[in-house]
């Protein structure tokens, strides 16, 4: 009986298990990308002071930072790793278009209206990520 219980209780685990250098990948991937885009983010922020831009572009990558920063504490679940990977990926791509509207080489206002779009698509989509692991 005993035998059977422990042989219950590993199958039970074992699609954890077989996720788990997965989740493991992705808990890499997510979590540099994150640490990357702060250190861009502040890259950014010392380019506009030493370009001597505007400080209105400081309204945007400010905020740019501490998102980031908020991205530091994002956990990998083992149901959503895809889906964080994948939220990783879209903030590379949203970090290109505010590196180009930060530098003046796109214009300002359309893009600027795209970038907070994307915050919230990026910030609505890791808020909903651990919350749906925890149903699961």
Known sequence: MQGA???LAF???????LAEPQRLRSAKIVRWSWRGQT???????????????TAWWLLLLIPHLLATLLGWSIKVSVQQHKQQRGIAFALH?????????????????WWIIAVLIGWALIGGASADAPQQGAKK
């Open 5 to 7: 219980e422990e042989l």
């Open 11 to 17: 199958e039970q685990t074992l699609p954890t298990r």
């Open 39 to 53: 250190a861009v983010s502040i890259a950014l922020i010392t380019a506009v002071v030493v370009l001597d831009r």
């Open 93 to 109: 791509a949203l970090c290109v278009l505010v590196i180009l509207v930060a530098l003046g080489v796109l214009s300002a206002w």
